[in-house]
């Protein structure tokens, strides 16, 4: 028996496909991963995840988190193959999500003191500090949040108008 891709999945798949190629030039990144949420069939989360080298302060990554959430939804709305199949018919900020895993020119996570994850999701937007610790029953490093700080989408966007 041949499976057949539906076409809900084709949509969602050329949607993240050209999204994570075309962030992933216009912003120097790597794309490193996708989510998307379906249930029921109706598209109602999409997030992309970016390798991208840092580090780079708040100020940076909160520009280019919103300036990629904003191209990213952008396509999204104007893609009339996959409108058909989100909820509402469209979606919002609320809707979608941006990840940047940051790291050195050597390839490894930056951690404290500096931004190792930035990320827009659901409205807000987080920037964690990292460190390594040894995990002596796994022996291995473990990364372990140091401090989170949040702004909503709202903030976000006054901060850089101001």
Do not use: W
Request: proline share 4%; glycine share 4%.
């Amino acid at each position: 028996m041949k499976y057949e891709i539906p076409p809900d999945e084709k949509a969602v798949n050329a949607v993240m496909a050209r999204n994570s190629e075309s962030l992933a030039k216009k912003y120097q990144m790597r794309p490193f991963a996708i989510t998307v949420a379906m249930p029921g069939g109706d598209i109602q989360y999409l997030e992309l995840k970016f390798q991208i080298y840092g580090p780079l302060s708040k100020q940076e990554l909160r520009k280019i988190l919103i300036n990629a959430a904003h191209d990213f939804l952008e396509d999204i709305n104007s893609d009339s193959a996959l409108c058909f199949y989100l909820k509402n018919h469209s979606l919002t900020i609320k809707d979608i999500g941006i990840t940047f895993f940051l790291i050195d020119k050597g390839g490894k996570d930056l951690d404290d003191p500096h931004i190792g994850i930035a990320k827009i999701s659901k409205g807000v937007l987080e920037y964690d500090i990292l460190v390594d610790v040894y995990d002596e029953e796994l022996k291995q490093n473990i990364p372990k949040f140091t401090s989170k700080c949040r702004e909503t989408y709202e903030e976000a966007l006054n901060i850089l108008k101001s």
